[in-house]
């Protein structure tokens, strides 16, 4: 994926290989396994040691790529609690569907999910999959005991203390993160963490769109466009843990525009016409909505 690497800024533009020619960014320079089950999502690229300037361990940013423009604790932003969600329905449809496929292809009679940076809304399937233990961490008491998709959770703040020590190695198969994972300012801690407390074979989603509260995401994240966003996660799984794989995957659903009525199809049935504006607006303002990305990691 060399030609998708971008120098974020002066200082983290050495976590990652500079391209030695022009790629298309259409095409994998590690081949993809086939998939057991057709995913919608779209592989934007994986990684490997090769993509990356360093190795394993040798964290490469420093304090002023994980600033941010409000530094104060965290718990006095996430005082009140916020009943919205902060993706459109078109990007939560798109992530709620990923689960799901995610979630069966791992083949496991009841899954034990760890939802970080939780809220009152984990975005889960509710139908087809067998849950076990569905544990949120988060920083709102009343968020977290309003999501029915939880049976426990814990109060914390990981920015303040990154470490999950109340929970036992490899206690979970799915370890996920919606639209928080740009406001990590001890991302190493966290996914190291997350490596510790997966199973063998277990998944860590990472997922983001394009919003953020940019006063608390980290300065390198508000730096980066998005292809370099989805490459700053990469690093994180890269540099603090060895993953069996690392992936970067495309999860908006694109409508395509119907095919418009010919002239002479408008003539014959001019309500033919009307119905393929109503139906190619609905289909743009589809298209339009929010991103959805995911950063994927196998352990």
């Known amino acids: 994926m060399k030609s998708l690497l971008v120098i974020l800024c002066l200082h983290i533009g050495d976590a990652f290989l500079m391209p030695s020619a022009p790629q298309s960014?259409?095409?994998?320079?590690?081949?993809?396994?086939?998939?057991?089950?057709?995913?919608?999502?779209?592989?934007?690229?994986?990684?490997?040691?090769s993509d990356f300037a360093g190795k394993q361990g040798d964290w490469p940013y420093m304090d002023s790529d994980l600033n941010r423009l409000d530094s104060s604790v965290d718990s006095s932003f996430y005082d009140t609690p916020r009943f919205v969600t902060h993706i459109d329905d078109g990007a939560i449809s798109s992530l709620t569907k990923y689960y799901k496929q995610e979630f069966t292809s791992l083949n496991k009679e009841s899954l034990d999910v760890l939802d970080l940076c939780s809220s009152w809304i984990s975005h889960l399937p509710e139908e087809g999959i067998n849950y076990g233990n569905v544990v949120g961490v988060g920083m709102n008491e009343k968020e977290l005991e309003a999501n029915k998709q939880l049976n426990d959770f814990v109060v914390q703040d990981l920015n303040e203390n990154p470490i999950l020590s109340q929970f036992e190695d490899n206690s979970f198969d799915v370890i996920c993160n919606v639209v928080s994972v740009d406001y990590l300012t001890k991302p190493l801690e966290i996914f190291q963490e997350m490596h510790r407390l997966l199973r063998p074979g277990g998944i860590s989603l990472m997922s983001f769109s394009n919003r953020c509260f940019p006063t608390k995401a980290i300065a390198m994240w508000?730096?980066?466009?998005?292809?370099?966003?989805?490459?700053?996660?990469?690093?994180?799984?890269?540099?603090?843990?060895?993953?069996?794989?690392?992936?970067?995957?495309?999860?908006?659903?694109?409508?395509?525009?119907?095919?418009?009525?010919?002239?002479?199809?408008?003539?014959?049935?001019?309500?033919?016409?009307?119905?393929?504006?109503?139906t190619a607006s609905v289909v743009a303002k589809n298209n339009q909505g929010d991103p959805m990305y995911v950063v994927k990691g196998a352990k």
């Open 25 to 49: 960014q259409s095409t994998h320079r590690h081949p993809l396994p086939s998939p057991r089950f057709a995913l919608a999502a779209k592989s934007i690229c994986t990684f490997d040691e």
């Open 222 to 278: 508000l730096q980066a466009d998005e292809i370099g966003r989805l490459t700053i996660v990469g690093s994180y799984y890269h540099y603090a843990a060895e993953w069996s794989s690392i992936e970067a995957l495309d999860l908006k659903e694109m409508q395509a525009t119907p095919e418009r009525p010919s002239v002479g199809e408008t003539f014959k049935n001019p309500s033919s016409l009307v119905a393929w504006m109503n």
